[in-house]
């Protein structure tokens, strides 16, 4: 499909302002969403927004369809009657800057299931008809995801891999006695996703009333611990009776580490797949695409050929290529739901083939001003080599804030961003590469709010590679100021970046 030239902003909703310890999506959403329009914005970038576990990455969720709880906003609640006043009157003094996600999960789960209880008792017909609709809707996904996440929890958050075998392997007897078991655990689960979904419509369409589009994002792969895995193994290469993977994804080798990447992820059986005519991954993307505009697609390449390592190995060096059916896999998405609103992330160890495969059905890839400067004229993230069909980032949340990039590095690197720009303008070189990438070529230019506001290295998102102080970052409502929109809406004029219509 065609991706007309716009701008817009990266931001996770939990890092919005809020005072409940962690962005969600109340009212200071709405006031994002304003700031971006303010600002001649046509793109809100999120990441993924579902359930996440041990080190709060959403690219290891516990579902590819659910919604993470943490988002859902009390205030929302309390307006439409499920909390009251008083139950939010004494929330904790929680850091502004910070996510203390075992303090927001203390805080915050035993008020949603307060509302819970009350939606029992107070919700009306109307009310009560809409959440049965939704559980009839997304039973397909609800079902399995709400009865997984009560069981991880009477197992006591255990991998499922751990769980009595009549439960891991999904004997039917079992599963339906654990259901009565745990009804009420998982009428809760089906009430947060209820809640969430409800809430992020209504956000999506004031998002679309002002003129901007939603890009959401798909991780590639999928958490071991997860109901997709746990309800679906034949999607996946795994051991047929522990339910342990045979091999698991990752990067080999590079530059940046003679080891590769071990990331565990259990591989997709892809014979399988392409038998039943890729369903589990059609109905992946039906399901995004009814929640967002546009869907990055992380690790693209690993839908033309995945580094395959066996179990067991304690570093990526053992593994090899290995073909996947990219092909075949978006012609019959695109023949079930029609065209693609795709983007491409082409980062890393990428040949010729995985461009092709890009470029066969007209994704834009990515380009990050970051990479850009490190070698000759011919580097591919230079802005005069960079394609029309692209989306140009100075960083993203993989990457360091600019000015964080900026004071690591080394001389060289530099001198050549202070050639390539002559000068420096007057709101210094982070703005001189938020310039940068608004004045390319390319389509889309998308800017980390961090860079927005020109944070240093402790506003970083995420630093791969490390499982501690992630994903932990916000800002506060103050740093929205009309300075900044005005900076924004310029650069939207000078470089014709208005869009269209959504």
């Known amino acids: 499909m065609p991706f007309p030239r716009a701008s817009g902003i990266l931001l996770h909703p939990t890092s919005l302002p809020g005072r409940y310890g962690i962005g969600d999506l109340g009212l200071e959403a709405y006031q994002f969403i304003d700031f971006l329009a303010r600002s001649e914005q046509r793109l809100w970038q999120i990441l993924p927004l579902g359930p996440t576990g041990y080190g709060n990455s959403p690219y290891m969720s516990f579902s590819t369809m659910a919604g993470n709880p943490l988002l859902i906003s009390p205030d929302i609640l309390r307006d439409n009657g499920f909390l009251s006043e008083d139950d939010l009157r004494d929330a904790p003094g929680f850091a502004p800057d910070k996510i203390d996600f075992e303090q927001v999960i203390a805080w915050k789960m035993p008020l949603l299931r307060q509302a819970c209880e009350n939606f029992k008792q107070k919700a009306s017909p109307i009310q009560r008809t809409e959440f049965e609709g939704f559980c009839r809707g997304k039973a397909t996904w609800l079902e399995d995801y709400s009865l997984f996440m009560a069981l991880l929890e009477a197992q006591e958050g255990g991998s499922w891999v751990e769980w009595p075998e009549e439960l891991r392997l999904r004997k039917p007897e079992a599963l339906d006695l654990w259901r009565d078991k745990l009804a009420d655990q998982i009428f809760f689960q089906k009430f947060l996703q209820f809640e969430f979904f409800r809430q992020w419509r209504e956000l999506k369409t004031y998002s679309n009333a002002q003129n901007i589009r939603i890009i959401g994002d798909i991780p590639i792969y999928v958490a071991h611990n997860s109901s997709d895995v746990w309800a679906n193994p034949e999607v996946f290469q795994l051991n047929s009776e522990t339910g342990q993977p045979l091999e698991v994804a990752g990067v080999p080798p590079d530059y940046f580490s003679e080891t590769g990447q071990l990331w ?163 709101y210094g070189i982070v703005w001189d590469l938020i310039r940068l990438a608004m004045s390319s070529v390319a389509n889309q230019a998308i800017i980390p709010i961090q860079d927005v506001f020109s944070l240093g290295s402790d506003a970083r998102m995420n630093a791969p590679g490390t499982s501690e102080n992630n994903w932990a970052w916000r800002f506060r409502a103050e740093a929205m100021t009309q300075d900044y929109s005005n900076r924004l809406k310029e650069m939207v004029y000078i470089y014709g970046r208005q869009g269209d219509k959504v």
């Open 264 to 426: 565990g992820n259990p591989l997709y059986n892809w014979g399988y797949l392409e038998s039943t005519n890729f369903t589990w991954w059609v109905e992946r993307v039906r399901e995004i695409l009814a929640h967002v505009d546009m869907i990055r697609i992380d690790h693209f390449r690993g839908l033309e050929a995945y580094w395959s390592v066996p179990a067991g190995e304690e570093t990526a060096i053992n593994g090899q290529w290995v073909k996947a059916p990219g092909y075949k896999l978006f012609e019959v998405i695109r023949q079930q739901l029609g065209s693609l609103p795709i983007i491409a992330e082409d980062l890393g160890d990428i040949d010729q083939a995985v461009l092709d495969l890009r470029d066969h059905f007209g994704f834009p890839g990515m380009k990050i001003l970051h990479f850009a400067f490190g070698s000759d004229a011919k580097n591919s993230y230079l802005p005069f080599n960079v394609d029309a069909n692209s989306v140009i980032y100075t960083g993203t949340h993989d990457n360091n804030t600019t000015l964080g990039w900026y004071q690591q590095a080394p001389d060289y690197e530099r001198d050549r961003l202070h050639q390539y720009l002559a000068c420096t303008g007057p």
